[in-house]
């Protein structure tokens, strides 16, 4: 996220909501499978990672 100058607020729509992304971003919450492949599509890495 810093390499790209992303914070939790560019996340949120990908995450479906605001409090869904604060808790991924403070590790409260694990991504889902399909959350991991739209944080993948955009920022362009392999979904693997996020899993």
Do not use: P, Y
Request: charged content about 25%; aromatic content about 10%.
């Amino acid at each position: 996220m810093a390499a790209r100058n992303l914070t939790q607020k560019d996340l949120w729509k990908l995450f479906g909501s605001k409090g869904i992304a604060s808790k991924v971003f403070h590790g409260k919450r694990a991504i889902s499978k399909t959350q991991a492949k739209k944080l993948g599509a955009f920022v362009h890495v392999s979904v693997e990672l996020f899993i």
